[in-house]
DNA sequence: GTCTATACGAAGATAGAC
DNA sequence: GTCTATCTTCGTATAGAC
């Protein structure tokens, strides 16, 4: 089927991304991940290595964004218990050797049109997530920056669990963002 | 006087790191940026680039440890806004390419000794923030959460300011955090 | 302390055969 | 679609002169 080894190129990069970021996401760790040939990268991604990122930042964004959308419905607090499961799944299923590939982009690449992708990514978490809490009772433009928040403290909350190989960061972070969470929401 | 070239070339590495990540950080670009002599590399740091990175992880660390000490008898919100402070004066003054150094080095150096290296500063600042918020009239456990936090919400929200290139993430955030924050203080 | 020269590997990318 | 071969550049690191 035509887009197999691609589509195994991109998932592979973002797994790399999220544990090594953007320079160590090499051609060659890629194919040995994904096991795709080494003849067709340039047949696959005619643009090369950029390309290849943009299309795994665009991936690990909608992944994300898929999972956020799973929390439709759910009371607040369990919007943001939902959200750091995300990234404590992250860490304990990568022994806290993985974190967000889009963050990593952010952070590691120099290419001014893959942070600008990043940049996209967060903004379209913010906007779901938002709307999430927006379902679940709080007003609109206190759920938009709760949102806002949750995102920024889980991603850095994630970047010290990695570092510290615990997952206290993210549990003590979760617990303050249920409190403000709480605090706006409507008593369930 | 001794010791000036690499002083200088560590603090070349701290400004690349916080730019570029960890692999992006190369000899040439440190001794560029740093105008130390490409002969004495391996002079002052003869066991190499780790090396160079890890004293660099220290003098971020350290820089961070004492800007945190001047926060000694502030009021707790105000804690909260000078640790902000520090996270947005870095973006300003590069203009929105410039992150944390610490961060960096956690989600894009494969060395295990670096990340260690990290989370002991990571660590460090969370102990000497919890200090200032304990001496700001909040019980200790409290403190120390509410620390934990706050470093984990400004690292993220930096992160999400240099993708957006706009301050809003660290103004939305800090605004949670001071809340957060004079929850647990004592009325000023 | 600083230099040049050099070794070695790995990166991204291209050309052309199959 | 995939291969091999090759090019160029750049990375870390070492050796030895000054």
Tied chains: 1, 2.
Excluded: N
Excluded at 130 to 141: N, S
Excluded at 154 to 180: F, I, M, Q
Aim: hydrophobic share 50%; aromatic share 6%.
């Amino acid at each position: 089927m035509t887009g197999e080894a691609p589509e195994a190129m991109i998932a592979s990069a973002v797994k790399l991304l999220a544990k090594h970021g953007f320079q160590a996401t090499t051609f060659s760790s890629v194919l040995k991940d994904s096991g795709a040939p080494r003849g067709s990268i340039y047949y696959h991604f005619p643009e090369g290595k950029d390309q290849l990122i943009a299309a795994a930042v665009d991936l690990a964004g909608d992944r994300a964004l898929a999972f956020t959308d799973s929390f439709r419905g759910l009371p607040a607090t369990e919007v943001v218990d939902a959200f750091a499961g995300l990234w404590r799944a992250v860490l304990v299923r990568s022994e806290f050797s993985a974190g967000c590939a889009v963050l990593a982009v952010t952070v590691s690449a120099d290419v001014p049109g893959l942070v600008d992708r990043a940049a996209a990514i967060f903004m379209s978490w913010r906007e779901r997530l938002g709307q999430a809490l927006e379902e679940a009772g709080i007003e609109a433009a206190s759920a938009r920056a709760l949102a806002l928040t949750i995102i920024a403290s889980c991603e850095g909350a994630t970047v010290l669990c990695r570092a510290e190989r615990s997952l206290e960061p993210l549990d003590v972070v979760a617990a303050h963002l249920r409190g403000l969470v709480a605090a706006s929401a409507p008593p369930s």
